[in-house]
């Protein structure tokens, strides 16, 4: 049996358990022997996740549930293996489950021609829909879930006494989940989902992706900061809610003013 090394009391992270770079953030949620895991990675990571549960010594038995905290591939790809080397159920927002169940593969970055990204999306089924203000039990703990849309409309975090699992939310750096149209971006939602994050009295984050970081309102506001520029500004395209260059030029049009 491997010496189990939490990041908090009830919450192991496989790759900071392993002391190396698997994928995205596993979270091991448990109290006494029930547990459950946030997000599971690509499907080529699974095997070492598991057998890294099993040396953790968690009866695969007493798997609760495997839970998404959105539908991107490179969190939930490996669901459906795990899923069935398990034998438990899967858990995802509704808006998530729907691209789950069909191994949606444009929706989940499975597939992006422009980049020849061409990876496969086993649909999985999921058991457990849940939204804002649902709670998942394991063992004596609850897990609170929050609908934090933005970066996905079905990201979720979830809540646990003064931990925020925060999905892609925020990362230590400032940085911020892919913003993208294609799956379901919302600048204004993000901002909204960072201020109900700021506005909390949660005092650690964890992410989906690198390191766990204490919840700092100052990075958050630069976070939030920037992307209100993004609402006005080309770079996202079609998620900015317009484009102030062009009102200008329409004023400079009919001026018929020319190059200074
Ligand atoms: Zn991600």
């Not at 698997?22 to 599971?40: A, K, N, Q, R």
């Not at 400032?174 to 294609?182: E, L, M, P, R, S």
């Not at 609402?231 to 020319?258: R, S, V, Y």
Request: with cysteine.
């Amino acid at each position: 049996m491997l010496p189990r090394t939490p990041l908090f009391p009830h919450v192991i992270e496989l790759n900071h358990q392993a002391r190396r770079r698997i994928g995205c953030s596993v979270y091991l949620i448990y109290d006494e022997s029930e547990w459950t895991l946030l997000d599971i990675g690509y499907e080529d990571a699974v095997d070492e996740c598991v057998e890294l549960i099993r040396e953790l010594d968690f009866p695969f038995s007493k798997c609760k549930t495997l839970i998404a905290s959105h539908a991107d591939v490179d969190h939930i790809q490996g669901l459906a293996k795990a899923k069935q080397m398990l034998k438990t159920t899967v858990t995802a927002h509704p808006t998530a489950a729907d691209m789950l169940e069909k191994g949606d593969r444009l929706a989940t970055f499975a597939q992006i021609d422009a980049q020849g990204i061409d990876l496969d999306m086993p649909p999985v089924t999921v058991e457990n829909r849940v939204n804002d203000g649902d709670v998942i039990k394991v063992g004596k703990l609850e897990l609170e879930v929050w609908h934090t849309p933005g970066h996905t409309d079905g990201q979720l975090s979830f809540r646990m006494g003064d931990l925020l699992f925060s999905g892609d939310n925020l990362f230590r750096d400032g940085c911020v989940g892919a913003i993208d149209a294609h799956h379901g971006s919302s600048i204004a939602d993000f901002i909204k989902s960072l201020e109900r994050i700021k506005a909390s009295d949660v005092k650690w984050l964890l992410p989906s992706h690198g390191p766990v970081f204490k919840k700092d309102n100052a990075l958050i506001d630069k976070t939030i900061a920037r992307l209100d520029g993004y609402l006005h500004m080309a770079d996202f395209g079609t998620c900015a809610i317009d484009w102030p260059l062009m009102d200008a030029w329409e004023d400079e049009l009919l001026e018929g003013k020319l190059p200074a």
